[in-house]
């Protein structure tokens, strides 16, 4: 069983930048690809961004495009996602989650090809 644990989100004004961080605990990630998933209030989780078990692909949502980044480092089995110029759409709670074995080759976008899952950071972001 691979733990995955949050951290980073605060409460912050429009503008301003936050970097979460997800670390892993129990398994390796770089067997897995990773993604950052997010739910606000009364939505749907929805995906935001993932990276290959290599880096070697990544994708966003339109929406954060230009403003987030996400990266990963497996020597020290974590991974960040750096978020600039944030708005209040971005409220939400953030997951880390890592993909099946499988697809750890090419960016997943599906919840369902995630086997792993952090508990969230809470990141909201005022007007």
């Known amino acids: 069983q691979v733990v995955l644990v949050e951290s980073g989100g605060g409460l912050v004004q429009a503008g301003d930048s936050l970097q979460l961080t997800c670390v892993a605990s129990g398994g390796y990630v770089r067997n897995y690809g990773m993604a950052w998933f997010r739910q606000a209030p009364g939505k749907e989780r929805e995906f935001v961004s993932a990276i290959t078990f290599d880096s070697s692909e990544m994708f966003h949502i339109d929406s954060v495009k230009g403003r987030f980044t996400i990266s990963r480092d497996n020597d020290k089995n974590m991974m960040t996602l750096q978020m600039t110029d944030l708005k209040p759409d971005d409220t939400a709670l953030y997951y880390c989650?890592?993909?099946?074995?499988?697809?750890?080759?090419?960016?997943?976008?599906?919840?369902?090809?995630?086997?792993?899952w952090g508990q969230g950071t809470r990141v909201t972001v005022s007007s």
């Open positions: 989650a890592c993909t099946a074995p499988y697809y750890k080759r090419r960016v997943q976008t599906s919840a369902a090809n995630y086997i792993y």
